[in-house]
T-cell receptor, first 110, second 114 residues
Framework: NAGVTQTPKFRVLKTGQSMTLLCAQDMNHEYMYWYRQDPGMGLRLIHY???????AKGEVPDGYNVSRLKKQNFLLGLESAAPSQTSVYFC?????????FGQGTRLTVV | AQSVAQPEDQVNVAEGNPLTVKCTYSVSGNPYLFWYVQYPNRGLQFLLKYITGDNLVKGSYGFEAEFNKSQTSFHLKKPSALVSDSALYFCAVSPVTNAGKSTFGDGTTLTVKP
């Protein structure tokens, strides 16, 4: 039982490049989330999904897009990366009263 | 809008002493409160939650938290700290029982010294 798995774990992008972060969960959870974590700012919700085929904006959605084509996967896309998107990204899934987090993706945009 | 405040960036305690990590919250309606711990280069791990019921909630690794509605607080406590408790702790609040759609505090770094 792997829980929540994020790929890749590390990535360096040049400004303007695009990339997709993949989150996979094997717990059959309906809810999935993408957060970013910046020093001294806790976690901020980017986008979330309450079920297959649904997505919604969180607190800081600008510059990101998401898709939930399959229940077990939640993809986070950056169409044109900016240095302000340098951060650690966490995916989480939830059955309601407890959230399970992946180990994070450290993204640097230069 | 909901919010969480963790007033201390850093808490230092000696091993064996009791520890408290403070959290206050603001939310419309009933609060659903969570504590998570993050070890270096790892994701967040769930410690405990308050949904309803007893104000004293017991969680993983000997941690507990006390919900105080009048003070809108949810402080994390442990009677006897261990060096291995040293980590970053996050308090989170949600207006619904959807744990992932929470607002997180900025985190408190706990350092337990031998």
């Amino acid at each position: 039982n792997a829980g929540v798995t994020q790929t890749p774990k590390f990535r360096v992008l040049k400004t303007g490049q695009s990339m997709t972060l993949l989150c996979a969960q094997d717990m059959n959870h309906e809810y999935m989330y993408w957060y970013r974590q910046d020093p001294g700012m806790g976690l901020r919700l980017i986008h979330y999904s309450v079920g297959e085929g649904t997505t919604a904006k969180g607190e800081v959605p600008d510059g990101y897009n998401v898709s939930r084509l399959k229940k077990q996967n939640f993809l986070l896309g950056l169409e044109s990366a900016a240095p302000s998107q340098t951060s650690v990204y966490f995916c989480a899934s939830s059955w309601g009263q407890e959230a399970f987090f992946g180990q994070g993706t450290r993204l640097t945009v230069v | 809008a909901q919010s969480v405040a963790q007033p201390e960036d850093q808490v230092n305690v000696a091993e064996g002493n009791p520890l408290t990590v403070k959290c206050t919250y603001s939310v419309s309606g009933n609060p659903y409160l969570f504590w998570y711990v993050q070890y270096p280069n790892r994701g967040l791990q769930f410690l405990l939650k308050y949904i309803t019921g007893d104000n004293l909630v017991k969680g993983s690794y000997g941690f507990e938290a006390e919900f105080n509605k009048s003070q809108t607080s949810f402080h994390l406590k442990k009677p006897s700290a261990l060096v291995s408790d040293s980590a970053l702790y996050f308090c989170a609040v949600s207006p619904v029982t959807n744990a992932g759609k929470s607002t997180f505090g900025d985190g408190t770094t706990l350092t337990v010294k031998p």
